[in-house]
């Protein structure tokens, strides 16, 4: 047995194991399955990557098969059938396709092994293994009508290597052109019926035709005949009798031609394709980049009217960070000390100019601050940190916002004085636990912090004065020494069971 037969019968014995093993692979992943089902595939897949070692020492360098190989491998085989059959009679209905492609491979196994016991069987295995090699080799068409001119021409092709197809006169080759799988056609001219010219004449109309390359040979040596074939598209013509090295040698370069206009065909095709697949491309990119161009104004919408640290987490899709959790926090309250009288005596628009104002001069330091504002409260707001989005050191994140708006409220009221309005900005900040989340119905919802530390914030906010900041004690004391804190006396606030110590906080100085 040859090296190359060796190398077949390996792989022919390879190929229903590697069948057996894939398909019980593929059962395995699929939920649910009857334990005894799932154990017997288990078995099923050991038992068939076992044999594969019988099968690597079933043929020895020696170029013969291994009698105790090939016992070793029998014995698997009968395991694996027996495994198959235990398999067949617990399977659910989900598995029966796949378990019949493995009980096809399991017959396919032992019909190999059972070749192998046979004397002559390998050798039977191996030459037809050789016949599949061939198929790669080009077909060569010879048309003509004479048998014997046929048997000559198709034999010393066989021994070049090349496959041959015979066609008796013009009317079977173009049938046999017409199933396709040609590479050369060596084509007679002086034929009864249909003729060398005619089937030329014919081919000259069917592009697909006009790929394969033709070779006359006759016995017609005159220059008018050989004209006449290369005007109808011929590409060669060899007089009989004909030199086989020419012939050789005239057919390797048909043959070479006709790869050239396969490759050029296939580039074609590829260019063709590619350019489809980049104008498509063109067309989904467009229609990406329109959807992101409106998510991008749906996002810059959605960020006037909320959060932009949730406006960001709906973009993003991270909806769960809006379910109710239970988060520390840092609450800032603010509003304007004097608005209720002011309202009341002032045109709806001075008040909302004022609103303006204010919210205008405040607002940007809320996002530089990273705070998410929950509310607008009429002339003020509430506005807690860490929560959707964590952010470090909440508390100096607040009191730094609260500082500000003191900042800027005050630069607002010089202002206001000249207008006649007496107003000014009250703050409240509290650290603690909340519960948050999104609250509401479904068509209008909002994120909002709900607990002590929101209370007391508000109410620690209504007891500021006007440019006052109040602290409760636990956020004075994440916040250090980066701040004053002058102890006020302990309030009595509403809603509070105990007196609250309240801290006046203010800059400290360097």
């Known amino acids: 047995m040859a090296g190359e037969q060796i190398r077949n019968l390996r792989h022919e014995l390879r190929t229903p194991i ?92 032992e019909s190999l092994v059972t070749d192998l016991e046979t004397p002559g069987g390998s050798a039977t295995l191996a030459a037809a293994t050789q016949v ?12 003509d009508d004479d048998a014997a001119n046929r048997d000559v021409l198709g034999r010393r092709l066989a021994r070049l290597g090349y496959r041959v197809i015979e066609a008796a006169d ?81 057919v390797g370069a048909s043959l070479q031609k006709k790869r050239l206009h396969d490759r050029e065909r296939e580039l074609l095709e590829t260019v063709t394709q590619q350019a489809n697949e980049l104008a498509s491309w063109n067309r989904e990119l467009e229609r990406r980049v329109a959807e992101q ?5 749906r996002l810059n919408l959605m960020q006037r009217f909320i959060p932009p640290q949730l406006a960001e987490v709906v973009r993003s899709g991270g909806a769960e960070l809006l379910a109710s959790h239970r988060r520390e926090i840092a609450v800032l309250f603010c509003d304007l000390r004097g608005f209720t009288s002011f309202a009341e ?29 929950a509310q607008f409260t009429g002339d003020g707001m509430m506005v807690f940190f860490n929560d959707p989005v964590p952010c470090d050191d909440a508390a100096w994140r607040a009191v730094q916002l609260g500082l500000g708006m003191q900042q800027r409220a005050q630069n607002l009221a010089a202002d206001w004085t000249a207008r006649g309005h007496n107003l000014a900005l009250g703050v409240g900040i509290a650290m603690g636990y ?23 914030a508000a109410r620690l906010c209504g007891q500021a004065e006007g440019g006052q900041i109040l602290a409760n004690e636990r956020l004075c004391a994440a916040v250090g020494t980066r701040i004053n804190a002058e102890k006020v006396e302990d309030l009595e606030l509403k809603g509070l069971a105990r007196a609250t110590p309240v801290f006046a906080v203010t800059v400290r100085e360097p």
Do not use: W
């Not at 599949?132 to 048309?143: F, G, H, K, M, N």
């Not at 060596?186 to 790929?211: C, S």
């Not at 161009?293 to 104004?297: F, H, I, L, R, T």
């Open 434 to 456: 909340a519960t948050c989340g999104q609250i509401g119905f479904d068509g209008r919802y909002e994120y909002t912090a709900i607990g002590t530390v929101t209370n007391l």
């Open 18 to 109: 590697n069948h057996i093993v894939g398909y019980a692979e593929l059962l395995l992943d699929e939920p649910e399955l009857p334990a005894g089902f799932r154990e017997l595939l288990t078995l099923l897949g050991e038992l068939a990557r076992e044999s594969l070692g019988a099968i690597a020492s079933i043929v020895s360098d020696a170029e013969s098969v291994e009698p105790d190989a090939l016992s070793s491998l029998r014995a698997k085989v009968e395991q694996i059938e027996a495994a198959g059959a235990q398999a067949r009679t617990l399977a659910p209905e989900s598995a029966t396709a796949d378990l019949a492609r493995i009980s096809e491979a399991i017959a396919r196994l």
């Open 345 to 373: 005596t002032s045109e709806p628009e001075d008040v909302m100019a004022v609103l303006k104002d204010l919210h205008e001069a405040v607002g940007p330091l809320i996002f530089e601050y990273e705070g998410t504002l």
């Open 293 to 297: 161009v409106m998510e991008v104004e």
């Open 170 to 250: 013009g009317s079977q080759a173009l049938e046999a052109l017409g199933r396709g799988g040609i590479d050369v056609v060596l084509l007679d001219l002086m034929m009864p019926v249909v003729d060398g010219i005619a089937v030329l004449e014919q081919r000259r109309h069917d592009e697909e035709l006009l790929g394969v390359p033709v070779i006359m040979i006759s016995a017609q040596d005159e220059v008018e005949s050989i004209a006449r074939c290369i005007e109808l598209g011929a590409d060669d013509y060899l007089t009989k009798p004909f030199d086989p090295v020419l012939l050789q040698a005239r």
């Open 132 to 143: 599949e090699v061939d198929t790669s080799a080009p077909v060569v068409l010879v048309v």
